[in-house]
């Protein structure tokens, strides 16, 4: 008996492709310099300003690309497994298993893109927006509870606001690329 995958082969280059691209970016841009540099506090800042760019579009990008059930969230696995791989999340290492939270908050990321991404536009941009925030709300949790370091209050609400339309931009980039360039109308038909 042959057991047939879900994805076929082009499929899974592309979801490993674009969470490597993500998880380098995420690794690579010295986003804690830039937002240090304009005294935005932290921690996270950088998801709240950034994570659009470096997470939401590759996820919304699998979703747009493969039209598959499950992409996004697979896509959202390996994202947060490479930059696992890489380094622990945001550097903590006590508890052994805190980078389990960025595994939950990229995950929650990728369920409510795939979740939205098939219905409009708009409910898709808003997905994108609420995914980063999710991610962001988990990640300053875990850090708050197990470093006692909180962002402060004011600017809270601020870096909220960023979150969504940074994960918004993210999916507005995604529909762009996959207009322009076509994608998926030629790479491939099972």
């Known amino acids: 008996m042959e057991i047939k995958s879900y994805f076929i082969l082009s ?8 969470a490597v691209v993500s998880a380098l970016l995420n690794t690579y841009i010295p986003i804690k310099s830039i937002i240090e540099y304009f005294g935005i506090p932290g921690p996270a800042a ?3 300003l950034f994570g659009g760019f470096i997470f939401v579009l590759w996820i919304s990008l699998a979703c747009r690309i493969i039209k598959k059930k499950s992409s996004g969230i697979i896509t959202s696995i390996f994202i947060a497994s490479f930059g696992l791989l890489i380094h622990p999340w945001y550097g903590i290492v006590s508890p052994m298993w805190f980078s389990i939270y960025g595994i939950v908050g990229l995950l929650s990321m990728g369920i409510l893109i795939e979740f939205t991404d098939s219905r409009s536009f708009w409910l898709a941009m808003l997905g994108g927006g609420l995914g980063n925030v999710t991610c962001l709300v988990i990640t300053w949790l875990a850090i708050g509870i197990h470093t006692d370091t909180w962002i402060p209050l004011e600017f809270g609400l601020l870096l909220i606001i960023a979150a969504l339309i940074s994960g918004s931009v993210g999916v507005l980039l995604a529909y762009g690329i996959d207009k322009k360039l076509k994608l998926d109308s030629y790479l491939w038909q099972p």
């Open 11 to 18: 499929e899974w280059v592309i979801i490993i492709l674009l």
């Open 46 to 48: 950088g998801m709240a």
